[in-house]
Structure formats: C-alpha cells, structure tokens
C-alpha cells in the first residue's frame, strides 16, 4: 500500500462515497480507519477511539475474532471461488445454509438463498415473493406495503419500500404498486399518539385500511424491520408485529422481515422476530452474518413458501435470480465461524445486559442535556434525537450533530450521525466499561452545545 502522505492527499478525491455529497467529501474527508482491535479501532492519524458503530451495525465479533480470520484463511488456500448457480456448489455453502435455517428454525425458516448483501436479500425476498403468487396463479399479487421511515437497502426494490425520502427522491420513479403507512414512532406520527400500545393498534389499522383500499388480493406483501435501524432506532411495541402478522394472515399476504441489522442477537433476541415470537414468510439477513468480516447476506424462506416452490408444476417455479457471489465459499466459511463464535460468545445475553446499562446512560443524558429530544434502545441498537426546541421538536441542525460527534470523537469514541440522531450500535462483545465510557464521551459531545 502507498504510504500515509499519499492517502491523506487523495483522500476522497478519486472516490465517491455512499450516502454523502462527492463535493462535501472534498472539503471535508472522512476519518481513514487503518487498523481494528477489539471494540477500538484506530485512524490514520494515530488516535484510537471506542467504535461505538460497530463498523456500520455489522461487527458484532469486534475486530480481533481469529476464527473468523482463520476461516477465510483457509477456505482461501482450499477454492477461493465456485459458483453457487444451478450445477454447482461448494462446501461452506451447504454446510452455512443448513445452520441457518437450524438456527432461525423459531421463526419457521426452512430454506436459504445466498446473497451479497442487505439489499440483495431484500431484493430477492421481493422478487420470490411476486414469484410466489405467480406460481399460485394470483399474477394480480403484485403490490407491496412498508412503514415509514423503514430502511430496505438501495437497489430500485428497496429504495422503493424504503420509507425516507432522502434514499427515494433522487432516484425516481421507483417500482410502482408501492405503499407506505405510519411507523409506530411515538416521538413524531401523524395520530400525536405517545402511548406506545395505543400507537401499534393505530398503525396496525393505518395497515387494515390500506389494504382495503389496495384489495388484499392485489398486495404480494408486507415489508418491515421488527426494530426499524436507520430510520432512527424506532422500536415498535411488542404488540405491534404480531399484529401485523394477523392482519396479513387474514387477508394472505406474506410478511418479510428485514432483520438485516436486527439478526444475529442485536436487540438481545437472537432475531428481531423472536423479540415477538412472530414467524414472518421470509427473513432478510446480512452485516453480522459474517461480522462484517466478508460481503455476504441471505434471504431465508419459511414453509409455507417453499412448500409452494417445490411443489410446482407450473412454468413459474424455475428462480430466475441469484448472484455470482451468491453463497461464496470463503464468504459461507466466515459465516460459519461467525456464527459459531456468536453462539459460543453467547451474544445475545450480552446485548441484553450492556444494553440495560446503556439504556441508563442514555436516559441520564436525556434528563442532563436539553437538547436531547428523545432517546431510543433495543438491546445493542439505539439512538438520540437532538432538537433545537424540546417543545416544538425541532431537529438539530447539521452543524450541532457534526460538533456532538467530532467532539465525542475527540474524546475517544467514534459515534455516526444520521440526519438529526445519534446512531450507536457497538460490538455485541462491549463490556459494561465499554459503555461507560461510550456516555462519558456523548456526555462530553453534547456538552459542547
Ligand atoms: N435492510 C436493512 C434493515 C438495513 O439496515 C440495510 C443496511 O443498513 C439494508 C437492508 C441494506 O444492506 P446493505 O447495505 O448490506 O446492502
């Protein structure tokens, strides 16, 4: 690699970044990570900070997990490549797609298509879930419904169930026969409802009469994250999904679950799904499967339909979809020693436990800081929302959230800001210390304002 001098010159000059303006990233470069250990990761200008962002909701193992490591190692020396497409297969693959759907087996999962990533699982969960109602001869299913403020990835099938118009606008006309109803958010929605029971009732019937005004029988399915991410951490009642699965029970529509961010113990449930003992038809997953250690994702499928794929004797039933890296065999490797790590590691139970801490940290800082409007947790997940005004609920503007996170920065923890929220979403091997530590520097950050 070319030395520090040179990276910092070009820094941001040859690439353009995801979600950020090419022109902004040139005035202002990104912070370069060069090294991970543990929860700490450190920039190129040698300061070493708390990753508080977990790499971008995904490291859950921490950026030292020698298995991990080891399994890539190896499944590199033994076949770098092999396609997973009709004809072939490869080991990791077949040994990861068993464990999956042994794992989320709960949430009645049977069967696993491997993808690249978040986006192309929810991609694929759209498209199998059109293809379903083909095979079953309801070609009229096409239509589907999303929350508000739901994040779904950014191909044109996700960014047309996304439910922010930053990720939409831009980029449309999206897919049509697209529908959106109120998140359950008690901070801001359009009932001014802040009981969070009397709120999932309200959204869950904003859903009833969406489909009455579809026709159930034009609507292929409903899209949701069990607790919405980046949207803002929004985290729906428990009544809230098991509702949704009724409804779209009674009127058969299948119910995805993007658990892109909640899978793999997150929310202190191994799935977001569990959280409300829901089982939904597809299951979208990616980020921790690997910990981040490799670009995987897969869309798991439940009984009901796969039973319907393999039973068919239609001319709709061959998938017409899938990847080149679609189960890639050094990505499954790491997968498999993801998984077998987060088991052992117990992830979950600590999510659960670090995530009470930080939830009284982060209610410490709402009590101390008026510019704190609301703050937001599930397990590992959670969020601040800075207003200007607590009364009106103005957001914060972009200069205040730069100031909170530059200055937590300088006090030794990196913090990621979306829109007028603080996200946080460390490792799920944060120790209570790690969390401590993660409210001293938001203390120090908000404090500057
Ligand atoms: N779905 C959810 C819930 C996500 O949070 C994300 C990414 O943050 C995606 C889908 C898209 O995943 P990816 O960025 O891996 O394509």
């Given at each position: 690699m070319r030395d520090i001098n040179f990276l910092t010159e070009t820094n941001a000059k040859p690439i353009w970044h995801p979600m950020a303006h090419p022109a902004e990233m040139r005035a202002n470069p990104p912070k370069v990570i060069m090294k991970g250990e543990g929860v700490m990761v450190t920039d190129i200008a040698g300061n070493t900070v708390l990753d508080a962002v977990g790499g971008l909701w995904n490291v859950n193992l921490g950026y030292s997990c020698d298995p991990i490591k080891k399994a890539i190692a190896d499944q590199l020396g033994a076949l770098p490549y092999y396609s997973g497409?009709?004809?072939?297969?490869?080991?990791?693959?077949?040994?990861?797609?068993?464990?999956?759907?042994?794992?989320?087996?709960?949430?009645?999962?049977?069967?696993?298509?491997?993808?690249?990533?978040?986006?192309?699982?929810?991609?694929?969960?759209?498209?199998?879930?059109?293809?379903?109602?083909?095979?079953?001869?309801?070609?009229?299913?096409?239509?589907?419904?999303?929350?508000?403020?739901?994040?779904?990835?950014?191909?044109?099938?996700?960014?047309?169930?996304?439910?922010?118009?930053?990720?939409?606008?831009?980029?449309?006309?999206?897919?049509?026969?697209?529908?959106?109803?109120?998140?359950?958010?008690?901070?801001?929605?359009?009932?001014?409802?802040?009981?969070?029971?009397?709120?999932?009732?309200?959204?869950?019937?904003?859903?009833?009469?969406?489909?009455?005004?579809?026709?159930?029988?034009?609507?292929?399915?409903?899209?949701?994250?069990?607790?919405l991410g980046a949207g803002g951490v929004i985290v729906p009642h428990e009544s809230f999904m098991p509702q949704v699965r009724e409804i779209c029970d009674r009127h058969e529509i299948l119910l995805i679950a993007d658990e892109v961010v909640t899978g793999f113990g997150r929310t202190g449930a191994w799935s977001g799904s569990r959280l409300s003992g829901v089982k939904p038809d597809f299951m979208t997953i990616a980020k921790a499967i690997t910990s981040g250690y490799f670009p995987l994702g897969a869309t798991l499928i439940g009984a009901k339909v796969a039973d319907v794929f393999e039973a068919d004797k239609t001319s709709f039933g061959a998938i017409g979809h899938g990847y080149t890296y679609s189960g890639h065999p050094v990505g499954c490797a790491a997968g498999l020693a993801a998984l077998a790590e987060t088991k052992r590691l117990r992830l979950n139970e600590n999510a659960a436990a670090r995530g009470v801490e930080l939830a009284a940290v982060l209610e410490g800082l709402k009590a101390k800081h008026a510019i704190v409007g609301d703050v937001r947790y599930k397990g590992l997940m959670a969020a601040l929302e800075l207003v200007s005004d607590r009364a009106t609920k103005k957001p914060a503007d972009k200069k205040t959230m730069a100031l909170v996170s530059e200055a937590a920065y300088e006090a030794g923890v990196m913090l990621r800001v979306s829109g007028n929220a603080i996200i946080l979403s460390p490792p799920l091997i944060v120790s209570a210390a790690d969390v401590a530590r993660i409210g001293e520097a938001l203390d120090a950050g908000l404090s500057k304002v």
């Open positions: 497409f009709r004809g072939t297969s490869t080991g990791p693959s077949i040994e990861l797609a068993y464990e999956l759907c042994e794992w989320f087996e709960p949430e009645g999962m049977v069967r696993t298509f491997f993808t690249s990533g978040g986006s192309d699982s929810v991609e694929t969960a759209l498209r199998l879930a059109r293809q379903y109602w083909k095979i079953r001869g309801q070609a009229d299913r096409t239509k589907f419904i999303a929350l508000k403020k739901g994040y779904h990835g950014t191909h044109f099938g996700g960014a047309s169930v996304n439910g922010n118009a930053n990720f939409r606008r831009n980029y449309e006309p999206l897919l049509p026969g697209v529908f959106h109803i109120p998140a359950p958010w008690t901070f801001r929605n359009p009932f001014d409802e802040t009981d969070p029971v009397r709120l999932a009732k309200l959204c869950a019937r904003a859903l009833e009469d969406e489909i009455a005004f579809q026709g159930g029988d034009t609507i292929a399915a409903f899209i949701m994250e069990p607790v």
